[in-house]
C-alpha cells in the first residue's frame, strides 16, 4: 500500500519508453536536429552505471587489475559505450524512419568525455581501496567500508574475496608481533617497530582521519643489504595484493610527472625502492605538506589538481635528506649485526610471495585494533608533529593504544637522515660567539670537524664541481640564518652575491 506520494510522484508525465535495438537502449548520434550535448547527458544516464565514473571534471574507468582509476579516452569509450547502448543515425524516407547502426565517430567521443551534460550524470569516485578499509563517516562513527561504490566517501572498493573481520586486540596484537618477529629494529626503544606499525595501519585505516589530514612519508634504512627493508615496506601495503618496488625518478621533472601520475589515477599508496645518496625533491615536499597536489598533465595544456592520498614509502642504505623532508618524514632503521645477509636464519620465509597467505589475517588484526581503539574512546597520540598533527591524534594514537612504542618520537640516526642539520649543529658548537668567520674559514672549519663531507672535499679538490660545491654548502649555511644555533645564540649569515663574500658569525641575544 502506497502510505505517502509527492506532487512530482503523482502528476509527472510517464517516461517515455526506451528504443531498443538488438535488446539494448537505442541511442541516436548527433546530428541534424540533435544537440551534441542532448546525446551527451542521455549517454551519461544510460552509462552511469556501467563502470564509468566523474572525478575534478574528468571521466575515469576502473583499472581492477592495477587497483587504481585511469581516464577514460575516446578510443576506449566508443567501443565500451556499445556494450551497454547501440548508437545509431537517424534518415527519414518514404515509408518512415530508419535506424542506421554506426559507432560513435572519434570527434564525437572526444567532446562527450569533457562535456558537462555527460559528466554530471555519471557517479562521483575519489579514490579506489583494494579491500574494505574502515573510514570516518561525517556523523562520526568508523566502518568499514562494503565493496561497490560508497557515495559519501566518494571510494570505489574491491572484493578482496573474503571477509575481513575484527580480532580481538591481544589476538590482533600476537598476529603483528610474528609477523614483524624476524626483522632487526634498532635498539631505539621501540620507536621504529612502531613507526613500521604505523606505515602499515596508514595505509589500511588511513580513512580514520579527519579530511584533508596530512600523512608523514615513511622512509626505512638499514646498515646493510639485505636487512629486509623493502620486504618491512611491502608489508605496509598488504591491504593490496601486491605492492611493486618502483626506482625513484632521476631528475624534479620525473619526481613532479610521477607524483601527478599518482593523483590522477587515485592511488593510495607508493613504493620507492633503494633510493640512493640524498633524497632532495621539492615536487615530494610539496605532495606531502598538502592535502592536494596539482601540475600540467603532460601532452596537455591543462592541469589536473587531485587529493596527495598515498601513502609514500621509501627505503635506501645509508640515504640523506633535506631537513624539509625530516620534518614531513618518519624514518625506520634496521640494524643488521650478520657480516653478510645469508648468514641470517629465519624461522618463516617473508617474501611478497607468501604474502597471500597472510592477507587475510594482518587486515582482521589491523581491523581488530582500529574497532579496539575506537570503543576504548579513540586516544590520541602522546606526542603531536606539527607537519601532521592528525596523524598522530589518530594513527600514532592507535599504535600506543595497542601498546607498541610512540611512532612520533624523534629519530637519532647516524650518519643518516638530515645530515645538514646535524652537521650545522657540530659547526656551530665550535664558532667562537661574536667571531665573524669568512665563507672560507666556514669551510675548512667543516673540513676539521668531518661536517658536510661530500661538499667539503669536492671544494677543496678543486675542479669543475667545486663552484657547484661550494653554492650548494653557501646555500645550505644560509639557510639556518636567524636560527638558534646554540644556547649561546643565533646563527647570522651577512652579506649577498656568490658564496665567497658571504660571512658568518655567532650573536647573542
Same mark, same amino acid.
Given at each position: 500500500?502506497?502510505?505517502?506520494?509527492?506532487?512530482?510522484?503523482?502528476?509527472?508525465?510517464?517516461?517515455?519508453?526506451?528504443?531498443?535495438?538488438?535488446?539494448?537502449?537505442?541511442?541516436?548520434?548527433?546530428?541534424?536536429?540533435?544537440?551534441?550535448?542532448?546525446?551527451?547527458?542521455?549517454?551519461?544516464?544510460?552509462?552511469?552505471?556501467?563502470?564509468?565514473?566523474?572525478?575534478?571534471?574528468?571521466?575515469?574507468?576502473?583499472?581492477?587489475?592495477?587497483?587504481?582509476?585511469?581516464?577514460?579516452?575516446?578510443?576506449?569509450?566508443?567501443?565500451?559505450?556499445?556494450?551497454?547502448?547501440?548508437?545509431?543515425? $537517424?534518415?527519414?524516407?518514404?515509408?518512415?524512419?530508419?535506424?542506421?547502426?554506426?559507432?560513435?565517430?572519434?570527434?564525437?567521443?572526444?567532446?562527450?568525455?569533457?562535456?558537462?551534460?555527460?559528466?554530471?550524470?555519471?557517479?562521483?569516485?575519489?579514490?579506489?581501496?583494494?579491500?574494505?578499509?574502515?573510514?570516518?563517516?561525517?556523523?562520526?562513527?568508523?566502518?568499514?567500508?562494503?565493496?561497490?561504490?560508497?557515495?559519501?566517501?566518494?571510494?570505489?572498493?574491491?572484493?578482496?574475496?573474503?571477509? &575481513?573481520?575484527?580480532?580481538?586486540?591481544?589476538?590482533?596484537?600476537?598476529?603483528?608481533?610474528?609477523?614483524?618477529?624476524?626483522?632487526?629494529?634498532?635498539?631505539?626503544?621501540?620507536?621504529?617497530?612502531?613507526?613500521?606499525?604505523?606505515?602499515?595501519?596508514?595505509?589500511?585505516?588511513? #580513512?580514520?582521519?579527519?579530511?584533508?589530514? &596530512?600523512?608523514?612519508?615513511?622512509?626505512?634504512?638499514?646498515?646493510?643489504?639485505?636487512? #629486509?627493508?623493502?620486504?618491512?615496506?611491502?608489508?605496509? #601495503?598488504?591491504?593490496?595484493?601486491?605492492?611493486?618496488?618502483?626506482?625513484?625518478?632521476?631528475?624534479?621533472?620525473?619526481?613532479?610527472?610521477?607524483?601527478?601520475?599518482?593523483?590522477?589515477?587515485?592511488?593510495?599508496?607508493?613504493?620507492?625502492?633503494?633510493?640512493?645518496?640524498?633524497?632532495?625533491?621539492?615536487?615530494?615536499?610539496?605532495?606531502?605538506?598538502?592535502?592536494?597536489?596539482?601540475?600540467?598533465?603532460?601532452?596537455?595544456?591543462?592541469?589536473?589538481?587531485?587529493?596527495?592520498?598515498?601513502?609514500?614509502?621509501?627505503?635506501?642504505?645509508?640515504? $640523506?635528506?633535506?631537513?624539509?623532508?625530516?620534518?614531513?618524514?618518519?624514518?625506520?632503521?634496521?640494524?643488521?649485526?650478520?657480516?653478510?645477509?645469508?648468514?641470517?636464519?629465519?624461522?618463516?620465509?617473508?617474501?611478497?610471495?607468501?604474502?597471500?597467505?597472510?592477507?587475510?589475517?594482518?587486515?582482521?588484526?589491523?581491523?581488530?585494533?582500529?574497532?579496539?581503539?575506537?570503543?576504548?574512546?579513540?586516544?590520541?597520540?602522546?606526542?603531536?608533529?606539527?607537519?601532521?598533527?592528525?596523524?598522530?591524534?589518530? &594513527?600514532?594514537?592507535?599504535?600506543?593504544?595497542?601498546?607498541?612504542?610512540?611512532?612520533?618520537?624523534?629519530?637519532?640516526?647516524?650518519?643518516?637522515?638530515?645530515?645538514?642539520?646535524?652537521?650545522?649543529?657540530?659547526?656551530?658548537?665550535?664558532?667562537?660567539?661574536?667571531?665573524?668567520?669568512?665563507?672560507?674559514?666556514?669551510?675548512?672549519?667543516?673540513?676539521?670537524?668531518?661536517?658536510?663531507?661530500?661538499?667539503?672535499?669536492?671544494?677543496?679538490?678543486?675542479?669543475?664541481?667545486?663552484?657547484?660545491?661550494?653554492?650548494?654548502? $653557501?646555500?645550505?649555511?644560509?639557510?639556518?640564518?636567524?636560527?638558534?644555533?646554540?644556547?649561546?645564540?643565533?646563527?647570522?649569515?651577512?652579506?649577498?652575491?656568490?658564496?665567497?663574500?658571504?660571512?658568518?658569525?655567532?650573536?647573542?641575544?
Amino acid at each position: 500500500m502506497k502510505l505517502a506520494t509527492t506532487f512530482a510522484e503523482d502528476f509527472a508525465p510517464a517516461a517515455a519508453p526506451i528504443e531498443t535495438i538488438n535488446g539494448k537502449p537505442a541511442i541516436r548520434l548527433p546530428g541534424d536536429g540533435r544537440l551534441l550535448s542532448e546525446f551527451a547527458a542521455e549517454l551519461g544516464t544510460l552509462l552511469a552505471g556501467e563502470g564509468v565514473f566523474a572525478r575534478k571534471g574528468v571521466a575515469f574507468i576502473l583499472d581492477a587489475e592495477a587497483q587504481a582509476l585511469a581516464p577514460a579516452t575516446s578510443g576506449w569509450l566508443r567501443t565500451w559505450a556499445e556494450r551497454a547502448v547501440v548508437p545509431y543515425r $537517424a534518415r527519414v524516407d518514404a515509408s518512415g524512419e530508419i535506424k542506421i547502426v554506426r559507432s560513435m565517430a572519434k570527434d564525437v567521443a572526444d567532446a562527450v568525455l569533457a562535456a558537462p551534460q555527460f559528466l554530471e550524470k555519471l557517479p562521483r569516485v575519489d579514490r579506489v581501496h583494494p579491500c574494505p578499509m574502515p573510514w570516518l563517516r561525517g556523523d562520526g562513527r568508523i566502518e568499514l567500508l562494503e565493496p561497490g561504490l560508497d557515495a559519501e566517501s566518494g571510494t570505489f572498493t574491491l572484493d578482496p574475496g573474503f571477509a &575481513i573481520e575484527p580480532f580481538p586486540l591481544g589476538e590482533a596484537r600476537m598476529v603483528l608481533e610474528i609477523l614483524l618477529g624476524e626483522f632487526p629494529f634498532a635498539e631505539d626503544r621501540g620507536r621504529s617497530k612502531g613507526v613500521a606499525i604505523a606505515a602499515m595501519l596508514s595505509v589500511f585505516a588511513q #580513512g580514520i582521519m579527519p579530511p584533508k589530514s &596530512i600523512k608523514p612519508v615513511f622512509i626505512y634504512l638499514a646498515n646493510a643489504e639485505g636487512s #629486509g627493508k623493502t620486504t618491512l615496506a611491502q608489508l605496509a #601495503g598488504l591491504p593490496y595484493r601486491d605492492t611493486p618496488a618502483e626506482p625513484a625518478p632521476r631528475d624534479e621533472a620525473e619526481w613532479a610527472k610521477k607524483l601527478l601520475a599518482v593523483v590522477i589515477s587515485g592511488r593510495r599508496l607508493v613504493l620507492l625502492d633503494n633510493i640512493k645518496g640524498r633524497l632532495n625533491s621539492p615536487s615530494l615536499e610539496a605532495y606531502t605538506s598538502s592535502a592536494t597536489f596539482s601540475n600540467r598533465v603532460l601532452g596537455a595544456s591543462r592541469e589536473f589538481a587531485g587529493e596527495a592520498g598515498a601513502v609514500v614509502l621509501i627505503t635506501g642504505n645509508g640515504l $640523506a635528506w633535506s631537513p624539509d623532508l625530516r620534518r614531513r618524514s618518519l624514518a625506520v632503521e634496521l640494524f643488521m649485526r650478520e657480516l653478510k645477509a645469508e648468514d641470517r636464519k629465519f624461522r618463516r620465509a617473508l617474501t611478497p610471495a607468501t604474502f597471500a597467505a597472510i592477507r587475510r589475517e594482518a587486515l582482521c588484526a589491523m581491523w581488530g585494533i582500529v574497532v579496539a581503539w575506537d570503543r576504548a574512546g579513540r586516544s590520541k597520540g602522546t606526542r603531536r608533529n606539527s607537519s601532521f598533527p592528525e596523524w598522530c591524534d589518530t &594513527i600514532a594514537g592507535v599504535v600506543e593504544f595497542a601498546g607498541w612504542g610512540c611512532p612520533s618520537a624523534p629519530a637519532e640516526l647516524e650518519g643518516m637522515g638530515d645530515t645538514d642539520t646535524a652537521d650545522f649543529a657540530d659547526l656551530a658548537e665550535v664558532m667562537e660567539p661574536g667571531r665573524e668567520y669568512p665563507f672560507a674559514e666556514m669551510v675548512e672549519l667543516a673540513s676539521e670537524l668531518g661536517a658536510f663531507e661530500g661538499l667539503v672535499l669536492q671544494i677543496e679538490e678543486g675542479g669543475k664541481a667545486s663552484s657547484g660545491a661550494r653554492n650548494r654548502l $653557501a646555500r645550505i649555511l644560509s639557510g639556518f640564518n636567524g636560527r638558534r644555533a646554540t644556547a649561546a645564540g643565533h646563527f647570522v649569515c651577512k652579506g649577498k652575491g656568490h658564496a665567497r663574500r658571504f660571512s658568518m658569525m655567532v650573536a647573542h641575544e
